[in-house]
């Protein structure tokens, strides 16, 4: 199907009258809601019993493997599941499986007595991150096998839909369990036992849907997998050392690890933090849920027309300032304590700046792969972007704790921590535009 790109803006809408993006959209749901169980839910029902905050951000190491989730990938494409393949398909098979070890991983949270059984509640939490990251790689193939090569439009409608779901997942869905608690007779075990019910209506959604196998590409066996080795882990990270060169490629792999750490900190604290400085339940449901579910889907889409005229690595490059002035709006909040007008503006300047931020450097990470190798060297590049994010942010309880506390002082240094990034990606600001010239000049 050909497009010419002077139809009406307005007729790229009409992708959305489509069934199979809405599809995809309810996928995005079901990917996002897993981060609401094990993430802003846990940290804030630990924060009331009393846990440490070193120990709260110690669960952040459980996110390690949507990082790592590349190394079993091969399984979801070869591994037929019994009974569930035949009644269900590959990739639906995948994701009921993975749905229904995070329900009953969800059941066993609802018993738990977290004083006591601390380490029961983390390989819970550990559980639900492993299917959740093995069910992110079906929900994946899913999308992009529902529209064929010719579909240009609607996967990237889809892509988009998948973003809005995953939000809509984490953000709108998360602010039920803090609503379910604020001001009734309902504890975090309860509230964790309603959203079971979440995860069996989506059960019911998977099992409702149709198997995206129209544009399924043949599969190798095992029989080759010293061949898929080389050709999806080996050639592509030397392919991409010798294109770039060993400098300025472990210039450009460090900039990627470092980038979002400071964003990664505030992140894992701040579910801790709104409710030590005083915020509600209901406060943190309106505004870091609801209020930053519809700031993030907006901005990410205003990020991405700022980007396109500025260009990806001054558009980069400003929002990772950006993203790191926004952090002293927390520190603001800090020093004044819970005021809710306050809280409001600085989770949508926080959302914008972090939509932003996000959107140039998936741009960015997009810019680097060789499109010989599209697919695995963006994977390994979001692997340790995510990497960076996961392993040193389960730190900043620790941090939190070594500033007594003082967190006007640990939202400073969350700001800081992103300028090492940034001049790194000044250093290498010449050879980085260069390349961008070069990738729209092949698109041309």
């Known amino acids: 199907m050909s497009y010419s790109n002077s139809a009406p803006w307005y007729a790229d809408l009409a992708v959305y009258r489509e069934p199979r993006v809405w599809v995809i959209f309810g996928f995005g749901v079901i990917s996002g809601f897993p981060w609401v169980l094990i993430g802003s839910m846990l940290s804030a029902w630990l924060q009331e019993v009393g846990v440490d905050r070193s120990a709260i951000g110690l669960f952040g190491v459980v996110f390690v493997a949507y990082s790592i989730n590349a190394l079993w990938s091969p399984l979801i494409d070869r591994v037929k599941i019994p009974l569930l393949n035949r009644w269900f398909g590959q990739r639906r098979a995948w994701i009921i499986l993975c749905l229904s070890g995070i329900l009953l991983a969800t059941i066993v949270l609802t018993q738990i007595n977290v004083v006591e059984h601390l380490w029961w509640v983390a390989f819970a939490a550990l559980i639900i991150a492993i ?5 992110d790689i079906a929900i ?10 010719h579909e240009a439009r609607l996967q990237s409608a889809g892509a988009a839909m998948a973003t809005a779901g995953w939000w809509s997942g984490y953000s709108g869905l998360g602010a039920i369990p803090f609503f379910l608690v604020d001001g009734t007779s309902l ?7 309603v959203l079971c019910f979440v995860i069996v209506v989506q059960l019911l959604f998977v099992i409702a849907v149709r198997e995206s196998i129209r544009y399924r590409p043949a599969i190798p066996t095992f029989n080759h997998w010293l061949d898929w080795l080389r050709n999806t882990l080996v050639d592509p990270i030397t392919e991409f050392f010798k294109r770039n060169g060993w400098q300025l490629a472990v210039g450009m792999l460090s900039f990627i690890f470092l980038f979002k750490i400071g964003e990664a900190f505030l992140g894992r604290m701040s579910i801790v933090f709104y409710k030590e400085v005083g915020f509600s339940n209901d406060d943190i449901a309106v505004y870091s849920k609801m209020v930053n579910w519809w700031v993030t889907i907006i901005f ?63 741009a960015f990470i997009s810019l680097l792969a060789n499109r010989a190798f599209t697919a695995t060297q963006y994977a390994l590049f979001a692997s340790l972007g995510n990497l960076g994010r996961t392993l040193l942010s389960s730190y900043s309880g620790y941090v939190v704790n070594w500033l007594d506390g003082n967190w006007q002082l640990f939202f400073i240094l969350t700001a800081v921590m992103v300028l090492p990034s940034l001049f790194i ?20």
């Not at 000044?426 to 990738?439: D, P, Q, V, W």
């Open 131 to 135: 299917f959740s990251a093995t069910q």
């Open 140 to 149: 994946d193939a899913f999308r992009i096998e529902t529209f064929g090569p």
């Open 187 to 193: 504890f975090w075990e309860d509230a964790y036992f």
């Open 300 to 362: 990410a889409i205003l990020g991405s027309f700022v980007n396109l005229r500025l260009g990806i690595v001054r558009g980069l490059m400003l929002g990772g300032i950006a993203m790191a002035a926004s952090n002293l709006m927390f520190a603001w909040i800090a020093g004044v304590g819970p005021n809710t007008n306050l809280f409001l503006a600085a989770v949508i300047i926080d959302g914008f700046t972090a939509a932003w931020s996000t959107v140039a450097f998936v």
């Open 425 to 444: 990606l000044f250093a290498l600001r010449k050879s980085l535009m260069r390349l961008e010239h070069n990738y729209h000049r092949e698109l041309e």
